[in-house]
């Protein structure tokens, strides 16, 4: 089409009279084009002006339902010919492409955000609110049953997610109960919005004009349901709407299913490590006993070093205690450590017989898979008079030390073979006598062998540890294990060191055996 500065059609074509029917030479441009096609002649010819101005952006809108774009060519007689190509595919290719790379962003967004956390109800609010925001007017996500209670978490837009558990039958809700099965989801046309239970109607929400259910897959089992609400005179949810509705899903059920794994093998692991962590200690027949243990590493809680005391099931007899130190670290050297007490405890009728128990240990060990070894201690101790008693047994350990009244500190006289790794284990048994305010401090190389001091290059040695211990005459059990410890972390700083184990037994100063703490059966292990 050309028209003039006057804004009248001078020219068309056969392709603009079948666009434009009315566009007859001699009509007003105004009276036979859209709005913006108008506007645009008025931009280059102002207020009627001969002189032409170059527009200062493409011309587009719509003619008949599709988007046209207008390229004005000014002539050398002031007049314009418009050009008109249709662009509608080229436009609904751009908007598909720009909604794809946002639905792409948003579930990289998602993975990321959700993935971030391994606390269950933490992926549930985050969920519920991604959902929210991006997909409806409000979003529920809901956990499998726990007993006969639904955990929900439902979240409005521009809200905060909210915690529930709901007493209610998910059958009763069509789409809900497969969905939390696993099954695949039932189309939103399918479900009748006006069928929603109340539980599921956030307040204030009104009434619901679309739903959409979908399962949250986890691995393996069903992590969930996802549910989409819309409000009443909302567009209702397209195809395409619910199948990007699943891909989210599928990315929450993945981080919902992998922080409930988390926590069930937290859960387990909690458990098993109490099992395998060191007792608390105490006085037990009129004899204290104190351990202390630290970790090669502070983050872990077990590893290769170990100790237990044993009460005797007869009032009067020793109570055995046990200190070892496996071959190596961590979890393996915690799990060998568990077998090793667990051995120990069942040879407890053997107590008094120190040479026969780790002759059987030293058995059980080398018809176990496997390969490390262990250097182990056992003392029993029994309260005569106002005496404490101790026989010692060690094999292939660092030998007991006595701490006696008047501050001298004694090597307890014993030596023995390791245990695990020969066919053969052999061990001297000694006696000692702990006086009112003596002790017997057992404890494993972590200490000695604990490297640090000024220079971060000196062992802290027999020597020093003896030395320590001398001041520490007439202290509790309870004060000389955490002196002891104090004093060899102080030595390492921040440096690494071995597992470090102690155990005080001591002869108490009072004359008489306590009411209420003077004996107590069983096996004292966390």
């Known amino acids: 089409m050309v028209a003039d500065a006057a804004g009248l059609l001078t020219q068309r074509n056969d392709a603009a009279q079948a666009l ?32 032409a101005l170059e527009p200062e952006t493409p011309l587009s809108g719509v003619i008949e339902g599709r988007r046209f774009e207008a390229h004005p060519s000014v002539r050398d007689d002031g007049t314009v010919a418009w050009w008109l190509v249709d662009d509608t595919d080229h436009q609904l290719a751009r908007e598909a492409l720009h909604m794809e790379q946002e639905r792409t962003a948003f579930l ?34 809901i956990a499998p049953a726990r007993g006969h209670h639904l955990p929900v978490v439902t979240c409005l837009r521009g809200g905060t997610p909210t915690t529930s558990q709901e007493l209610v039958d998910a059958d009763e809700v069509p789409g809900l109960g497969e969905a939390l099965r696993g099954f695949p989801p039932v189309p939103s046309r399918w479900i009748e919005p006006a069928a929603a239970p109340a539980w599921m109607i956030p307040e204030g929400f009104g009434p619901i004009g679309a739903i959409v259910i979908t399962p949250l897959p986890g691995h393996g089992v069903p992590a969930g349901a996802l549910v989409l609400l819309r409000k009443e005179g909302s567009a209702a949810f397209t195809e395409e709407e619910e199948v990007f509705a699943r891909l989210f899903a599928a990315r929450a059920g993945a981080a919902m299913s992998a922080a409930r794994l988390y926590a069930e093998q937290t859960a387990i692991t909690e458990v098993l490590m109490r099992e395998l962590l060191p007792p608390a200690l105490h006085q037990i027949s009129g004899v204290d006993f104190a351990g202390s243990y630290r970790p090669s590493a502070d983050h872990e809680r077990i590893g290769g070093d170990f100790y237990d005391v044993h009460p005797a099931d007869v009032e009067g007899e020793p109570s055995l205690v046990t200190l070892g130190d496996v071959c190596g670290k961590g979890l393996e050297a915690a799990v060998l450590t568990g077998k090793i007490r667990n051995t120990l405890h069942a040879l407890l009728p053997l107590a008094d017989d120190h040479q026969r ?131 060899a972390s102080q030595w390492l700083g921040n440096r690494r060191h071995d597992d470090m184990a102690v155990v005080a037994i001591s002869a108490p100063r009072t004359h008489h055996l306590s009411a209420v703490n003077g004996h107590t059966r069983g096996r004292y292990t966390a």
């Open 108 to 141: 990289a967004t998602a993975s990321s955000t959700l993935l971030s956390s391994l606390n269950l109800g933490r992926c549930m609010d985050v969920t519920a609110q991604m959902a929210a925001e991006n997909l409806a007017d409000a979003a529920l996500a």
């Open 20 to 51: 434009l029917p009315a566009a007859c030479p001699g009509a007003r441009l105004a009276d036979v084009v859209p709005a913006w096609l108008a506007a645009a002649q008025r931009s280059i010819h102002p207020a009627g002006s001969p002189a």
């Open 357 to 487: 128990m780790l002759t059987l240990l030293n058995t059980a060990l080398l018809n176990s898979h496997h390969t490390r070894f262990v250097t182990l201690v056992l003392a029993s101790a029994v309260r005569k008079g106002n005496e404490v008693h101790v026989q010692l047994t060690s094999a292939g350990h660092p030998n007991p030390l006595i701490i006696r009244v008047d501050g001298t500190v004694e090597e307890a006289d014993t030596r023995g073979t390791l245990v695990g790794a020969l066919p053969d284990v052999r061990a001297r048994t000694t006696s000692v006598v702990l006086a009112p305010g003596e002790s017997c401090i057992l404890y494993t190389d972590g200490i000695t062998e604990a490297k640090g001091g000024p220079l971060g290059d000196a062992l802290f040695g027999e020597e020093r540890l003896q030395r320590a211990l001398a001041a520490c005459a007439g202290m509790p059990a309870e004060g000389i294990v955490e002196h002891v410890q104090m004093l």
